[in-house]
């Protein structure tokens, strides 16, 4: 016969007031009186045959017996609310397919991409590198991660994240061949992610557009100008998402303390009637949730600042403590090839 336990709610006023360490603090919490909280914790020290509090003091402490019977009761609390959480999610089991702009899903998604499917083990996710919209009519499609300006007609949309872009260069490139001001550029190769105008926009804030440049290469994405900086065969630029792991890391770093805002935005995308499907909701909510924990965007290691034609950079040979981030893939619409 399996032994008695004690009444619920004289344990949940003894959990309350010992943690907050007054009854007056736990009656608050538990939206009753004073007294009702007195009366339940007498009720549970007569019903245990044994006192749980040491009264006297403007806190009350737990007895050797209190503080016996504290962390038992805090973990059953505790365990019936994380059941009581996981009956009130949506049913997470089955297929669930998700387009996304390549270098987010390369460098951003990826990465987390475990922190998902450890929490919904019964999901078998499938990941397609694309920044087509095209992808938001088909039924075989759940979720698109796009780049864009977010007008994609009879579909559900929401941003997801603006972005700030800067250059980024392996320290190994410029620890062979500084940067000493943004003029010295012209001595580097420049990867463009898009048709060129990422960098025009950042050079123009930099005052130096009429750089004579040196050697280009352009890319049919972000990833890939990413991954020739990487290399270090140039200078690409990064924005304050997918770059972020690679600063931390110090595998890339910020030699400019300049960013500029990119013109389009990460949105996510998917057909209204997909919008409702359980697997969709909780792939959202896990999206969103995991933005939040991205770190800020980073700040460069040295606090110089460009001022215009003779600025100098932030020390290259040195890590940034914080991640920054990176843009993807142009949509395919708006790109033109030099």
């Known amino acids: 016969m399996a032994a008695r336990l004690p009444p619920l709610n004289p344990l ?47 806190r009350l402490k737990l007895t050797p017996q209190g503080a016996l019977l504290l962390p038992a009761v805090t973990n059953a609390f505790g365990e019936i609310a994380a059941a009581t959480a996981l009956m009130k999610q ?18 951003w998604l990826i990465p987390r991409l475990n922190t998902f499917t450890d929490q919904y083990p019964g999901v078998r996710v499938t990941l397609i590198a694309s920044n087509d919209p095209d992808h938001l009519r088909s039924l075989d499609t759940d979720v698109c991660m796009l780049y864009g300006d977010g007008n994609w007609p009879d579909c559900w949309t929401r941003l997801w994240s603006r972005l700030k872009l800067f250059p980024v260069a392996s320290p190994t490139l410029l620890n062979s061949r500084p940067l000493r001001s943004v003029r010295d550029l012209a001595d580097h190769t420049l990867f463009h992610g ?13 005052d130096a557009l009429d750089m004579v440049r040196g050697r280009q290469h ?56 997909a919008r409702q499907a359980p697997l969709v909701k909780v792939f959202l909510d896990w999206l969103f949730a995991a933005l939040e924990e991205t770190l800020p965007e980073p700040q460069a290691s040295a606090r110089t600042h460009l001022r215009g034609r003779g600025s100098r950079l932030v020390e290259p040979h040195r ?20």
């Open 319 to 338: 890590p940034v403590s914080a991640p920054a981030k990176r843009r993807t893939t142009a949509t395919p619409q708006r790109k033109t090839r030099a």
């Open 218 to 273: 352009f890319m049919s994405d972000a990833r890939l100008s990413t991954e020739a900086a990487l290399h270090g065969q140039g200078i690409a630029l990064g924005d304050t998402i997918t770059a972020s792991n690679l600063i931390a890391r110090g595998e890339l770093v910020v030699p400019f303390d300049l960013t500029v805002p990119a013109n389009d935005a990460f949105y996510v995308a998917c057909r209204p009637a």
């Open 90 to 107: 949506p049913e997470a089991h089955g297929d669930l397919t998700v387009t996304c702009v390549p270098a987010l899903l390369s460098l």
């Open 12 to 58: 949940r006023a003894f959990e309350a007031t010992a943690r907050r360490g007054a009854v007056s603090a736990a009656a608050r919490e538990l939206k009753v009186t004073h007294g009702a909280v007195s009366h339940q914790i007498r009720a549970l020290e007569e019903s245990l045959g044994t006192v749980l509090f040491e009264r006297g003091g403007k």
């Open 194 to 206: 898009d048709d060129g105008r990422e960098w025009n926009t950042w050079l123009a804030a930099a």
